[in-house]
Nanobody, 114 residues
Framework: QVQLVESGGGLVQAGGSLRLSCAAS????????VAWYRQIPEKQRELIAY???????GYADPVKGRFTISRDNAKNTVYLQMNSLKPEDTAVYYC????????WGQGTQVTVSS
């Protein structure tokens, strides 16, 4: 059974930083594309960053240059380092494997105050 557990969210002032973690069981991140998504109420979940099997990364324009996705194969965990946070980054953040989605985790709330 696949389980994704996101953590690391919280309340931070604009300009601050947070590092999110996504730990997995039942699936091996190193052989999958893994992505971070975020969702605000009444909006669709959007993919904001991904990391491929080879380690190449990609970012949505709103987060490019501020967020960094990385992976620790030994811990089977993917991270999202978020710097220069803005109020519009406020959302619930999730991880998943976009080429073959698995059950969503509970997400982690990020709130950025102005």
């Amino acid at each position: 059974q696949v389980q994704l557990v996101e953590s690391g969210g919280g309340l931070v002032q604009a300009g601050g930083s947070l590092r999110l973690s996504c730990a997995a069981s039942g699936i091996t991140f190193s052989i999958n594309v893994v992505a971070w998504y975020r969702q605000i109420p009444e909006k669709q979940r959007e993919l904001i960053a991904y990391i491929s099997r080879s380690g190449s990364t990609g970012y949505a324009d709103p987060v490019k240059g501020r967020f960094t996705i990385s992976r620790d194969n030994a811990k089977n965990t993917v991270y999202l380092q978020m710097n220069s946070l803005k109020p519009e980054d406020t959302a619930v953040y999730y991880c998943n494997t976009p080429t073959s989605l698995v059950s969503w985790g509970q997400g982690t709330q990020v709130t950025v105050s102005s």
